[in-house]
Every structure is written in C-alpha cells, then in structure tokens.
C-alpha cells in the first residue's frame, strides 16, 4: 500500500511551487531575529507567557490580575497571565455592548521533558542524573547530544511564584556506535524511561542536588521549595543560515513562532496607530486580541489550556465591562473570528510522498490555511474566505495544508476552542520541517508573512 501510493505520488504530475526568492525582505529577517531572542527568552511555557507579558507593558499594556476587579474600558489595553497562557487585547474606543471580538490564537509549550519528583538520582560510573518524564510527542532521537537546561518556576512556601533557568546544565548522551554496532541499519530504538534521562554531573553523590541549583537561581533556600513546574530546554540560540540566509533554524518554533508573530501583530498595530489615534488600533471596530495557550501539546485540557476555561472567562469579563447582557454577549461571540496558528508540515524533499499529491506547502512559500475533513482543523468556507481575504489584504502568499489520506494529521487549539465558545475558527500556520525536534527548521520569510497576515486579520 504505501509503495503503491510511493510510486504514484513520484511519477505524478505534480507541480511543486518554486520557493520564494533567495532575497529576502530585511523586514523578514528582522522579524526572524526578533524571533530568535522571543524564544531566548522563553524556555518554558511560564517564561513564554512572561515575555509576553513583559512586552505588552512595554508597549502601554495594563498588566491584569484575575482576582483583581478589572478596569476595563473603551480605549484600554490589557494582557492577564494565568500560569503558561498569556491574553493581550486592545478595546476599542467606540466599544459597546456587541463590540466582536478578533483573536489570534497559538500555544506557548513545547514537546520535550519535565522534571520528576525526586528529580536527583545517580547513575552507574559516578553520574548525576535527573529523572525527567517525557511530555507531549517529541522527536526523542533529536534531544541527544545537546546541552540542555532546566526552566519553569517554583513555588516557595509562602506561595511566591518565581521563574528559574539554569543555563546549560545537562545532556542526554547517546550510546556510541561500539557499543551498538547496528543502529544505523535497524534504527535508533530509544526505551522512554532508560535512555533518556540526562546526566548533569560527575562524582560524590552527598552534594548532587538539582533542586539547589533551580533555588540558587531564584535566590531562595531549596529548603523552601514547595513546588516546581520545570522542563529541559534546548539551549543553542536560534540562527539564520543556507543560501541566502534565508533558513532559519531554532529550537521551539512549534509555536513560540505563532506566539511572536501574533504578539507582534496585535503590538504593531497599538504602535503604528497611538502616535496619531490614541491608545487602541485606529478605526478598530472589534476588541483586538492575542491569546497563547499552554498545554496544547498534551491536549489542551487543563485550567490554563484551549479546552479550559481562560478564553471564555476573559472575553465574558470584557462583554460585562462593555455592558453587554448575556444575550448581547452572544451576539458578539456570533460576530467574532478567531485564527489559531500552530506550525505545520513543508514538503520534505526526502519524503515528498507523505503529502497529498496536489496540495505541496513548500517553505519560503507563505502561511498555510490547514483544512481537514474530519475537523482536526476548525477550518470552513468561510474562514477561508476571511482568512483568504487577510492575506490578499496584506500582500502575503497563502498555500493550502491537508493530509494524505493515508497519514493523518495532528489537532491544535482551533476545534478545541471553536467547540467550546462556537466561535468562528480558521487554523492556520507556518510550513517548517522537523516538527516535534529539538530543534525545527523554518524558512526566514514565512514567520514574518504570518505576522503581515494576522495584523490584516486583527484590523479586518
Ligand atoms: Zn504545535
């Protein structure tokens, strides 16, 4: 079967769109680089929705608390923190009571490894290790050989949240060839538990303790750890590289790249519109927002992800500042749009016959507009339509995305959250290759064409 769909997938007319020009805009490699320090700067899902948070004021944003009262108003901007999620939005100043809402969606996790209770253990030969527990889908091979951190937060006794980041502390050695003399024939079969745990350390087991260099970091007593949520991260900073520069390369592009493109969009918009207009988007007739979501690698379903009630607390609290009834309320959700943007998969030259024959996304090509059957995309007529128009709008190359129907697709946060608010939802993305790795492979351009696209969706 699979040989059969090989063979015809190969000798089929398919044509495959030229990638873009090797010259890339100096917009887009300056969007890439901005990139490049977003996913510095966010080793885990706490950092991301930080960063988040941390630009926002920077740009006139009202950091809100949810066990605050809220002062929102016409005219306001605003972003709310719940653990790894992070919402920013702008009200506009003739908002009222049906004012819509426009979202852009994304998730702020990555697949990897979490931290274990008991997190220090000692391996044979004099290793320290850490005991880590695999989250999500990674590309398991792909995490070997690197020098990793530890980030997340901890929480001390009396409740204070702090963020920690080790900086390159640990790797998960791979076994040498001499010692597994078939592994470039029959593959590398890594046991989930065994294989991957990391070695940190060498020597007397009495002063390993992993735990003391997260509370060194946030200056606090280990003693005074009450919790911790905290994950291996790829270290090695994202670059630019190929002909032309035009690939870049970085760890967690799936999704902080989603994350910065739809944060810049909702910012630039505030920036390019206060100097002459005010506080919020100039001739804004919806409540413009960014939401990132954690969780979405696992499901989505916890207290801060899209299955979760986040979302539809903050947009009810923004409808009862504006004064809306709940069947105003309703009104507004009617005429609201959301697009949820996660990666998706480029052509991969290697294995051209795992797409569908007719449907080729190619890096360099521009966002994806993600379409399937069976609803693992939120994606309709007419948020193609919408989404279809935010690209013309923009200038911005659009390609299509569904599967083969012989390699089914993955699910992100749009028919998770579309089903709970019924909100119009359009999954969208950017095509890269090496999803689920380490470190993922994008072309410089498409990151920046997104951000194009989902500013013409925020001012549509
Ligand atoms: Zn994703």
């Known amino acids: 079967m699979t040989d059969q769909n090989l063979t015809t997938a190969q000798s089929g007319p398919v044509e495959i769109a030229p990638v873009q020009p090797a010259v890339v805009p100096q917009e887009a490699r300056a969007h890439a680089a901005d990139l490049g320090e977003f996913i510095a700067a966010s080793p885990s899902s706490y950092h991301a929705a930080a960063e988040v948070a941390r630009r926002a004021q920077a740009a006139g944003f009202t950091l809100l608390t949810e066990d605050a009262a809220w002062p929102v108003t016409p005219g306001g901007r605003y972003v709310v923190v719940r653990d790894g999620s992070v919402i920013a939005f702008t009200v506009p ?266 449907n080729h996304p190619v890096a360099g090509g521009g966002p994806i507009l993600k379409i399937n059957a069976n609803q693992r995309y939120a994606t309709d007529a007419h948020g193609a339509a919408a989404w279809n128009a935010a690209c013309r709008d923009a200038g911005v190359p659009t390609q299509e995305f569904v599967s083969s129907n012989v390699v089914p697709c993955g699910s992100t946060i749009g028919p998770i959250s579309a089903t709970r608010l019924g909100i119009r939802t359009v999954d969208v993305g950017v095509p890269i290759l090496s999803m689920h790795s380490a470190r993922e492979l994008t072309a410089v351009v498409d990151p920046w064409y997104l951000s194009r696209a989902m500013s013409a969706v925020l001012g549509g």
């Open 93 to 358: 100043a003739t908002a009222g009571p049906t004012t819509p809402f426009t979202i852009v969606g994304a998730h702020t996790d990555s697949t990897g490894f979490k931290l274990k209770p008991k997190p220090t253990t000692h391996g044979a030969g004099g290793w320290w290790q850490v005991g880590v527990e695999v989250y999500g889908g990674p590309l398991l091979n792909s995490w070997l050989d690197r020098e990793l951190e530890l980030a997340g937060r901890i929480v001390t006794h009396d409740g204070t949240e702090h963020l920690v980041r080790t900086g390159p502390m640990l790797r998960i050695p791979q076994l040498a060839i001499h010692l597994d003399r078939g592994v470039n024939d029959n593959g590398l079969a890594l046991d989930k538990q065994r294989h991957t745990q990391p070695v940190w350390g060498l020597g007397d087991a009495q002063s390993a303790d992993v735990l003391a260099a997260l509370a060194a970091d946030a200056g606090v007593d280990p003693a005074d750890i009450g919790g911790y949520d905290v994950v291996l991260a790829e270290t090695q900073p994202a670059r630019a590289f190929g002909a032309g520069q035009a690939l870049f390369a970085s760890a967690r592009l799936d999704n902080l790249l989603s994350t910065h493109a739809g944060l810049t969009a909702l910012l630039g918009r505030v920036s390019t519109s206060s100097a002459s207009a005010g506080s919020t988007s100039e001739g804004s007739t919806s409540v413009e927002m960014f939401a990132a979501f954690d969780h979405e690698e696992i499901g989505s379903a916890s207290r801060s992800g899209a299955a979760g009630p986040f979302l539809e607390e903050v947009l009810v609290r923004i409808s009862t500042a504006l004064g809306a009834t709940a069947e105003e309320r309703s009104r507004a959700f009617a005429a609201s749009l959301h697009v949820s943007s996660d990666v998706g998969h480029a052509v991969h030259p290697n294995y051209p016959e795992r797409h569908d024959p007719a």
